[in-house]
């Protein structure tokens, strides 16, 4: 797909949405789904055949950085202390001896992702101590995908070569911009020199993937100065992408208060970066995935992509079947058979639940039959852009035109700009409606059609 962007959609789309990694999404989720619906959920997967035929995925969140980044939006603790770090493996400890007995020691990995937060904020031989928990209490399979976030400032080539050692095939480094006038506006700098030195070692030592994190409407940023990041990125040419639109709510996230508003590029000229961006990206040969996500055309997500096996979880677009995954530490959300849940959010309150013997959920959600069916119909227009109807009548024991007919309703202004496509067996996006796939997918999100709080989520671009 290589198709000219029209700005029009591209600013008719700019409004709040959610990134559909769950679906409901987690401002849904409520208290009196906890640890005994957790505990359950659990078990239920113990005795199922999910445990022998769909590997279990694991998220490790870890929050600590050692400085404030002003656009951050994470759940993080900016520290010097490190014991916090410390104490916090052995909250990680408890928090898995709490699991194994509901889940059992025959549980099955493939796909790990430790995320920030800064994973590597924690020592080598600290990473080391978690990595070896994680393999002892799971049998990871050998050809899994096993990530970490990484921030280059906190990295060099000696502890690359131990990441590797430690059993980690994929890097995720964040970059954001390459400007030195924004790195300091954002106060996080780091230069080209040093990330590409570090791609290249990454290169050598055989990590599979790596994938950079940009951001795009950050302060002092212009199309030019935004356009030689992009150049510099496609000389780097990661496997994967991730481009990210800033969105300032100073109110609900403390760091951003750092910020000149007066510094920030305006609307129309963040839509002109992003559509120069998604254009030059694609004339250099990346796929474009969907919502922030390009992958070149040889890297695994743009092949299932083509092939229709792309899916989505809490990390973005994955070309691993949905199956369970375990969140662990601090906030993290995972999801259980039909079940979500999420850790709690503060460190305190994490540890002292795990002190007191209780596993740390403080919330959740057990989704219903009609949660289900929307939750198929978004999944696949995210993930394959493409809806069969029959497919979710057989699933869901419904008549899709008579239960969805609002929905289809309303698809028809996205219908008249060329964006999806209807007949009377499925709903199909079209290569222009995979710039706004997020506001069609809004349109069978029954929580956002019934209430338009939207102010609470992410812009859409
Ligand atoms: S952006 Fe990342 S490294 Fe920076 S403060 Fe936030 S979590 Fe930490």
């Given amino acids: 797909m290589n198709t000219h962007i029209p700005i029009e959609i591209l600013q008719q789309f700019d409004v709040p949405g959610p990134r559909y990694t769950s679906y409901p999404t987690a401002d849904r989720f409520v208290e009196a789904h906890g640890e005994a619906q957790f505990i359950q959920s659990l078990q239920e997967r113990k005795a199922s055949a999910r445990t022998r035929t769909s590997p279990l995925s694991l998220y490790v969140h870890v929050p600590f950085c050692a400085s404030l980044c002003y656009y951050c939006a994470c759940n993080k603790i900016i520290t010097g202390n490190y014991q916090k770090a410390v104490d916090y493996l052995d909250d990680l400890a408890r928090e898995i001896d709490l699991l194994l007995p509901h889940l059992g020691q025959t549980q099955t990995v493939s796909q790990v992702h430790l995320g920030g937060g800064t994973p590597t904020y924690f020592t080598d031989e600290d990473l080391h101590r978690l990595m070896n928990l994680l393999q002892t209490s799971f049998h990871w399979q050998s050809a899994g995908e096993y990530a970490i976030e990484v921030d280059p400032r906190t990295v060099n080539d000696d502890r690359l070569h131990q990441l590797w050692a430690m059993g980690f095939n994929r890097l995720s480094l964040g970059i954001q911009d390459f400007d030195p006038k924004v790195q300091q506006a954002v106060h996080r700098v780091q230069t080209l020199g040093s990330v590409s030195g570090l791609m290249q070692t990454a290169r050598q030592i055989g990590f599979a993937s790596i994938n950079l994190d940009l951001i795009y409407g950050l302060p002092l940023q212009t199309l030019d100065s935004w356009h030689n990041t992009i150049e510099a990125v496609l000389q780097l040419r990661p496997e994967r992408l991730a481009l990210y639109g800033y969105a300032h709510l100073p109110v609900r996230f403390k760091p951003q208060r750092h910020i000149d508003v007066h510094a920030l590029p ?27 996500h390009f992958a070149l055309p040889q890297d695994s997500l743009s092949i299932a992509k083509r092939q229709g096996r792309l899916h ?8 691993r079947p949905d199956g369970d995954l375990l969140g662990l530490g ?23 639940l795990l002190h007191q013997g209780k596993l740390p959920v403080v919330k959740g959600v057990a989704l219903n039959r009609d949660d289900l069916a929307r939750r198929s119909i978004i999944m696949a227009l995210m993930c394959q852009g493409r809806v069969e109807m029959a497919g979710i009548e057989e699933s869901h024991l ?15 202004d996205f219908v008249e700009q060329g964006l999806v496509k209807v007949d009377s067996h499925s709903v199909e996006i079209t290569p222009l409606g995979w710039y706004v796939v997020r506001a069609i997918a809004m349109v069978f999100d029954k929580h ?14």
């Fill in 266 to 292: 305006q609307a129309s000229q963040k839509t002109a970066m992003l559509s120069m961006a998604l254009e030059r990206l694609q004339e250099a040969g990346y796929v474009y995935i969907g919502m922030d």
């Fill in 312 to 319: 989505r979880n809490f990390q973005g677009y994955s070309t």
């Fill in 330 to 352: 601090v906030s993290s959300i995972g999801s259980m058979g039909a079940s979500y849940v999420q850790n709690a959010k503060s460190l305190d309150e994490y540890s002292d």
């Fill in 398 to 412: 419904l008549n899709f035109t008579h239960y969805f007919a609002r929905e289809l309703t309303k698809l028809q």
């Fill in 448 to 461: 956002v059609q019934a209430d338009g709080q939207r102010a609470h989520f992410s812009q859409i671009l």
